[in-house]
Nanobody, 121 residues
């Protein structure tokens, strides 16, 4: 069992930056790939980024490539999503999720509650 808690959301102006954190519980958290997803009002949830269990591989949606980075500190059981050059279209609830399987067979079975990001124009 893995429990995830996101933090770091908030209100930021377009062009600004935010850093989200995903804190995992359980000593096996380091064995999980972690993904970030977002859902804007009235839209489907979409994949944003992911990182392998060891941190050596990262994956990004085309819409955030070059602006977002993902990293993890397994000593702290935490995964980070650094978001730069934010746009109003990035406004959404951001959630992290954990997968015991690696890419391309991710199965994100554990989810956090989400953190709101609002980007004003």
């Amino acid at each position: 069992q893995v429990q995830l808690v996101e933090s770091g959301g908030g209100l930021v102006q377009a062009g600004g930056s935010l850093k989200l954190s995903c804190a995992g519980s359980g000593r096996t958290f380091t064995n999980y790939a972690v993904g970030w997803f977002r859902q804007a009002p009235g839209k489907e949830r979409e994949f944003v980024a992911a990182i392998s269990w060891g941190g050596g591989n990262t994956y990004f949606a085309d819409s955030v490539k070059g602006r977002f980075t993902v990293s993890r500190d397994n000593a702290k059981n935490t995964v980070y999503l650094q978001m730069n050059s934010l746009k109003p279209d990035d406004t959404a609830v951001y959630s992290c999720a954990a997968s015991r399987n690696s890419w391309p067979k991710w199965e994100f079975d554990y989810w956090g509650q989400g953190t709101q990001v609002i980007v004003s124009s």
